[in-house]
T-cell receptor, first 113, second 115 residues
Framework: GQNIDQPTEMTATEGAIVQINCTYQTSGFNGLFWYQQHAGEAPTFLSYNVLDGLEEKGRFSSFLSRSKGYSYLLLKELQMKDSASYLCAVRAFYGGATNKLIFGTGTLLAVQP | EAQVTQNPRYLITVTGKKLTVTCSQNMNHEYMSWYRQDPGLGLRQIYYSMNVEVTDKGDVPEGYKVSRKEKRNFPLILESPSPNQTSLYFC??????????????FGAGSRLTVL
């Protein structure tokens, strides 16, 4: 089966660093995505990892360890506008020519002054 | 502007009254998909389409139909809506029909209430 776990909620302080973890169990792993979703809005793409290691994009970085089934999203220099849900999504190869994207339930991050 | 447009954004309807939520993308994407989002359950895939005339069930297809007659459009049809289909619906698209979902671009969402 497929399973993705991430914390339900987190709180952090403006200007600080926060790490949001995601663990997964899946067969046919073929990449991991992070999306940001503000309340009442559509998810927007943040990052993508398919190989082990760290991908950095400005204040956001994402890490992947395929052997451990583990990823994290690191947000630096937190701003109030970073208050949002962060969705971990795993792409898995289902045979033939099809990849399937499975979303976790999301981590609601609250940034406090 | 590259975007996915879905309508209506908000709809309140009654049990059994057929409705269609439209979805259109202007990025020439092969892959399109419908998701529903419910508290505590995250985004769950309803149906997806790898290209024109190619559609397949996702994880929660019961009570829904789709069609893909043109590349840009992927409507979601609820033939006989029931209260358990009250949800927030997202249409999404990406390039790459041969590999399935790549980076998804989402529509703004359609909040549906079935009384």
């Amino acid at each position: 089966g497929q399973n993705i776990d991430q914390p339900t909620e987190m709180t952090a302080t403006e200007g600080a660093i926060v790490q949001i973890n995601c663990t997964y169990q899946t067969s046919g792993f073929n990449g991991l995505f992070w999306y940001q979703q503000h309340a009442g809005e559509a998810p927007t793409f943040l990052s993508y990892n398919v190989l082990d290691g760290l991908e950095e994009k400005g204040r956001f970085s994402s890490f992947l360890s395929r052997s451990k089934g583990y990823s994290y999203l690191l947000l630096k220099e937190l701003q109030m506008k970073d208050s949002a849900s962060y969705l971990c999504a795993v792409r898995a190869f289902y045979g033939g020519a099809t990849n399937k994207l499975i979303f976790g339930t999301g981590t609601l991050l609250a940034v406090q002054p | 502007e590259a975007q996915v447009t879905q309508n209506p954004r908000y709809l309140i309807t009654v049990t059994g009254k057929k409705l269609t939520v439209t979805c259109s993308q202007n990025m020439n994407h092969e892959y399109m998909s419908w998701y529903r989002q419910d508290p505590g359950l995250g985004l769950r895939q309803i149906y997806y389409s790898m290209n024109v005339e190619v559609t397949d069930k996702g994880d929660v297809p019961e009570g829904y139909k789709v069609s893909r007659k043109e590349k840009r459009n992927f409507p979601l049809i609820l033939e006989s809506p029931s209260p358990n289909q009250t949800s927030l619906y997202f249409c999404a698209s990406s390039s790459g029909s041969h590999s399935g979902a790549n980076v998804l671009t989402f529509g703004a969402g359609s909040r549906l209430t079935v009384l």
